[in-house]
């Protein structure tokens, strides 16, 4: 079992930034973040492995980073310029290499709005 903690949301008016930090338990190959806004999918926003191989939404492109800390088990979100249509529950995701669990943080909320 992983146990992912993250913190960082909050409320940001539009153009304004967050980052978002998730901690795993233990040493995991892939971490990221995806979002779920209400009456939407779930979706990815951004992942990166041990590796530093990264994956990142078409709609963030140039305004969210991430970033890990392999050391520290930890994965961050730099996310820049927010806009309204960015808000959503903000859920970290880790998985091992060749396995299909998938693990999930709590969430935590980003309201980008004036």
């Known amino acids: 079992q992983v146990q992912l903690v993250e913190s960082g949301g909050g409320l940001v008016q539009p153009g304004g930034s967050l980052r978002l930090s998730c901690a795993a338990s233990?040493?995991?190959?892939?971490m990221g973040w995806y979002r779920q806004a209400p009456g939407k999918q779930r979706e990815l926003v951004a992942s990166?492995?041990?590796?530093?191989?990264?994956t990142l939404a078409d709609s963030v492109k140039g305004r969210f980073t991430i970033s890990r800390d392999n050391a520290n088990n930890t994965v961050y979100l730099q996310m820049n310029s927010l806009k309204p249509e960015d808000t959503a529950v903000y859920l970290c995701?880790?998985?091992?290499?060749?396995?299909?669990?998938?693990?999930w943080g709590q969430g935590t909320q980003v309201t980008v709005s004036s």
């Open positions: 995701n880790a998985y091992q290499l060749g396995l299909p669990q998938n693990y």
């Open positions: 990166m492995t041990t590796r530093g191989r990264t």
């Open positions: 233990r040493s995991i190959f892939g």
